[in-house]
Each structure stands twice: as C-alpha cells, then as structure tokens.
C-alpha cells in the first residue's frame, strides 16, 4: 500500500491502517502480481554466495512462470509462486501485466549476458529473480550487443495495474 502511493509532502507523515472494507480475492491477487513485478522487487538468486567463511546459495521462490513459459535452460529449483498462482483468477490488468512480464523474462532467456554483467548480478543460476532480469535487461539495451528490448508493453500494463489499485488504497481503508 505505501508504495501505490506516491510520496509527497503532504501524505509524508500518513499513517497506514488495517483496512476498513474487506479485500476481495481480485485485490488480493492484484497486489501479489504489482509485488512481483515491482521496481522495489529485489527478488535474486545466486550460488556460491560467500559469507562467514562459508558458500551460500538462494533459491528464487518468486517466479510466477514456468521453466516452459520462459524458454530457460534449465529447471528451477523451485515453483511455489507457479503453483500459488495456479487456482487463482486474476483480473484483465494483472493478466496483461503476468503477459507483458513473461515477454521480459523470455528476451531475458533468449541470450547469454557477457561475463561482466552475469557477475555483476549474480546470474550464475536459471531461477534468476525480477531484480537480476530486469537490470540484465537494461544492462543489454545499454551495450546495444543485441537487439534493444522493448520494455514499453510492461510499463503500460503495469501502470493500468497501479491506476486500478490506487483510488482502492483510500477506499478500502488503508488510509484516509
């Protein structure tokens, strides 16, 4: 909710309540797609993490597609979002947002990024997160190596998600 609402002056010090109204399962699976495909989304994976003198790895639970759906070249370790998303029905904005977010990840498939960039961002695993895609992404339309990725059908689709989530921000209640 604080992020639906762009930070002003004027709403700076607002205090964010339970809702007042109850949330429909729409809302509810509207916010879940807004999450995953957020700016502030830092969703990763990565192996060979080096910590306190030890190596770790983290799994990306977060990708709403499967291995299928994307092209990737190998499986994820995991499918909980895939299999949450499953017996959900999501509104026409959040179905345009998931569309236009698997065109993404599968541009972000089709190639390999050079050195540099996959370890910059750790892109050493298949189950890569939102945060590493859409910054190898850029990352891509920057060096001009490959064909520029259009990101302009994501941004649309996501901002008619925002607009619809927005006004409900203050009529459900979470703030007033």
Known sequence: MRLLVKHSWINHNDQFLQP????SDEFKNDCLLWMLFHGKNLSASA????????KWSIVNHF????????????RFESDFMVQYLADKTLSAEATAVLD???SLWKAYFAHTDVRTV??????????VGWYQIRNALAERNKSGD?????FKPFEVAYEALTQKLRPQVFSLGFLR
């Open 20 to 23: 007042s109204e109850p949330l």
């Open 47 to 54: 192996n060979d993490l080096e910590w306190n003198g030890k």
């Open 63 to 74: 990708i709403p597609f499967t291995e299928e759906e994307v092209d990737a070249p190998d």
């Open 100 to 102: 236009a977010g698997r």
């Open 118 to 127: 996959r370890d910059q961002y750790k892109l050493n695993r298949p189950d």
């Open 146 to 150: 490959t064909a520029p990725v259009n």
